[in-house]
C-alpha cells in the first residue's frame, strides 16, 4: 500500500520554481531518505506533504487521503518534525509534549505515561520542568520529535531530525526510529548525514534545485552514478548532485584567495 503520494507536486515562490512537478511514492514501511543540498526543496516538499504549506499545483496524499482535501483525516495519520519545530515556548516541555497527545486524542492517563517514556528516551527528564524558551537547539527539537512520536503515528516526516543533536542523543533517536521501521511505521526524513540516511534507509531521493534527480536503494543509486561497488553514499551523493571531483577541483581554482 503507498503511504506517501507526490503528484506533480509544485512551489513557486516569487516566480521560482521551489519545488517543480516532483512525482514520488514511498510504500507503507519504507524508510525513504530525501537528500539534496542546500535549498534544493526538501522542506518545501515535506511542508506541501504534510499539510503546512499549500502547493501552487498537484497533489500530496497520505495513504491515499488528499491532504488539502482531507486534512483532518489525513493528519490523524502523520507525525511531523518540521523545520521550524513550531514549539509553544510558554509551556515545559513536559506540558508541551502531553499537549500534544491531548491534541490527538490520547486519554489523559495514556498520554502521561507515553510523555514520561519519551522524556526518558529523549534524556530530557532533567530538564522536563522548564519552559522550552530556555531550550537549547538541540532541547527543542528533541522535545519536537518526541511530540511528533506520542500518538504512533503511520507516517513519521522529520526534516533534518539530526541537525544540532548530540551523538548521544543520535544513537537513542536512530534506536527509536529503528524500532518505529520495525513497527511498519512509514518514515520520510530529510538529511545532510549521508553516514546515518546510508544506515536507515531503504530508499532515497536525491532533489536538485527543485527536481527529483534519482531514486531508488543505495545499490541502484551507485548504479546509476557509477561510483563503483565499493562508492560510500557521499561519492553518490556528489555524483548525483553534479559536485563530484570536477567540480571539487573548479571551486578549489576559485577558493577564498585571503586564505592563501
Ligand atoms: N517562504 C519562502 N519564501 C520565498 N522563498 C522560499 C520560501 N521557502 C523556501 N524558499 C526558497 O525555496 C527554495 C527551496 O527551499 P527549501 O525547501 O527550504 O530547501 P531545503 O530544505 O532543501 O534546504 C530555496 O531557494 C528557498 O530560498
Ligand atoms: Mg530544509
Redesign the pocket.
Known sequence: MIAIEASNLTRQ??G?L??DHLNLTVETGEFFGFL??????????INMLVGLLRPTAGVARIAGIDIWQQPLAAKQLLGVLP?GLNLYERLTAREFIRFVGAMYGLPDSESRQRTEELLDLMDLQEDAGKLIVDFSQGMRKKTALAAAMIHTPRVLFL?EPFEGIDAISRRAIHNVLQRLRGRGTTIFF?SHILEVVERLCTRIGV?VQ?RLVAEGTISELREMAQTGANSTLEDVFLRTVGADAEAGFATEGRALSWLD
Open positions: 515562490f516569487d521560482k521551489a519545488v539534496g543540498p542546500n535549498g534544493a526543496g526538501k522542506s518545501t516538499t523545520e526534516d530529510s532533489i527543485g
